[in-house]
C-alpha cells in the first residue's frame, strides 16, 4: 500500500534512536565494561541519516534561493544549541564540583586534577561550538561535552552543503565520495578502525566519515522518488540490522574491514531500503519515540553519566552494573524525550517565531 512522502520519515527516527542507545552503551563502561563492538560507527549511520533528513528538509528551498546558506545555518544552530547548552552547563558544573572536593577528573585516562584556567577556555570555545586547540586534560577531548566533536563536524559539512553541495552535480559528489572513502580506508589502515575524529591528530579521519556519509545520504535523497510501504516485518528487520551491527563484538583483525564495509557500504544500502519503508504500530510508536530521543540522549548521557558514577558509584558494583547500566540507559532515553517534548521544542519554536516578527520588522 503506498502512501504519500512523509514529512517525518519515521523508520529512520528508530534506526537513529537506537544508533544513540548505541553510543551510550559504549560509553557506559563502569556498568558494562570495555566494549568490543564497533558501536561508534553509530555516528557514520547519524551522518548519512542526516544528509538524507536535511536534502528532504531543506534541500529544495537552498537549490532554489528562496533560503540562504547563513539562515540554513542559524536554522541548524538552533536546533542543536539548547540541550547542547544544556549538557555544556551540567559538565561544567561537574567539573567545578571536582576542583572543590579535590579530585581528579574520572573521564580522561591520566586522572589529573582539574585546571580552572583550562575549564574556563574549554567553556568558552565550547558556548562557541568550537573545538578546543589543544587535547583537554579534562577528558582528553575538544570539546567538554565530547560527543560534540561529531556535532561540530557535521556544522562544517551543513555549511558545505547548504554553500555549494545543494547544487553539486552527480560528478562532483561522486568526487567527493571517492576522496572521502579513500581518506577513510588510509585512516583504517593508520588506527586500525574507524573510531577516530575526536583529537586533533585525527581530526581528519573525523572529517573524512562526516563528508562520506552526509553526502551519502543527501545523494541518495536526489534519487528517492517518495513511494513507500507498510512493511512491518522488514522494518523489524532494519533495526534489528543495527542492533547486530553496533552490538556484535568484532576481533581486531577484521576490525578495519568491517568497519569499512559498514560505512561504504552497509550504511548507505540500509538507507536506501528503510527510507522506502513505513513501519506497523508497534514498530512505528517505538521509533517515534526512540526518533524524538535521539538526539538529547547522544549529548546529554556523558554528563548525565559523568554525575550518575559521581553520586553513586556503588552502581559500578559486580553484582548490580549490567542492571544499573540497563536502567540508565532507559532513565537517560525517558529524560531525553521529555526534555526534547517540554523543553527543547517549546524553546525553539519561540526563537523561530521571534526570528519570523523580525524578518516581518525589517520587511516593513
Not at 561529531?150 to 552535480?169: D, Q, T
Request: charged content about 15%; some cysteine; hydrophobic content about 55%.
Amino acid at each position: 500500500m503506498a502512501t504519500p512522502v512523509p514529512e517525518r520519515f519515521v523508520l529512520l527516527d528508530g534506526i537513529r534512536g537506537v544508533a544513540a542507545v548505541a553510543i551510550v552503551h559504549r560509553h557506559a563502561e563502569i556498568f558494562f565494561g570495555r566494549p568490543e563492538a564497533s558501536s561508534y560507527l553509530a555516528v557514520d549511520l547519524f551522518f548519512a541519516l542526516s544528509g538524507f533528513v536535511l536534502a528532504h528538509a531543506y534541500g529544495k528551498k537552498l537549490g532554489s534561493g528562496q533560503m540562504s546558506a547563513f539562515t540554513f545555518m542559524k536554522a541548524r544552530f538552533f536546533r542543536l544549541y539548547p540541550l547542547y547548552g544544556l549538557a555544556l552547563a551540567l559538565m561544567a558544573a561537574f567539573f567545578v564540583c571536582l576542583y572543590f572536593l579535590d579530585q581528579p577528573t574520572p573521564i580522561d585516562d591520566l586522572h589529573r586534577k582539574i585546571n580552572l584556567g583550562e575549564l574556563g577556555f574549554a567553556l568558552l570555545t565550547g558556548m562557541l561550538f568550537l573545538p578546543a586547540p589543544f587535547t583537554l586534560t579534562l577528558n582528553g577531548a575538544l570539546f567538554l561535552v565530547s560527543p560534540a566533536w561529531s556535532l561540530f563536524n557535521e556544522l562544517v559539512v551543513n555549511a558545505v552543503y547548504a554553500r555549494w553541495g545543494v547544487r553539486a552535480n552527480l560528478k562532483k559528489i561522486a568526487a567527493i565520495l571517492l576522496v572521502s572513502a579513500c581518506v577513510l580506508v588510509i585512516a583504517a589502515i593508520q588506527f586500525g578502525k574507524l573510531h577516530a575524529g575526536f583529537r586533533w591528530n585525527e581530526m581528519y579521519a573525523g572529517m573524512a566519515r562526516v563528508f562520506f556519509s552526509f553526502f551519502v545520504g543527501a545523494l541518495i535523497y536526489r534519487f528517492y522518488t517518495g513511494a513507500s510501504k507498510i512493511r512491518p516485518i522488514v522494518s523489524a528487520l532494519c533495526l534489528l540490522f543495527v542492533c547486530l551491527v553496533l552490538f556484535l563484538p568484532i576481533t581486531n583483525e577484521i576490525r578495519p574491514f568491517f568497519d569499512l564495509f559498514i560505512v561504504l557500504l552497509a550504511w548507505p544500502v540500509l538507507l536506501i531500503v528503510s527510507c522506502r519503508i513505513v513501519p506497523g504500530r508497534w514498530v512505528g510508536a517505538l521509533s517515534n519515540f526512540l526518533g524524538t530521543a535521539s538526539y538529547g540522549v547522544y549529548v546529554l548521557h556523558i554528563p548525565l553519566l559523568a554525575w550518575t558514577t559521581l553520586l553513586m558509584p556503588w552502581l559500578g558494583a559486580d553484582n548490580v552494573a549490567v542492571p544499573a547500566g540497563l536502567a540508565f540507559i532507559a532513565v537517560t532515553t525517558c529524560l531525553a524525550w521529555a526534555l526534547t517534548i517540554y523543553f527543547d521544542q517549546p524553546l525553539q519554536k519561540r526563537l523561530k517565531q521571534r526570528l519570523r516578527a523580525k524578518a516581518s520588522d525589517k520587511a516593513l
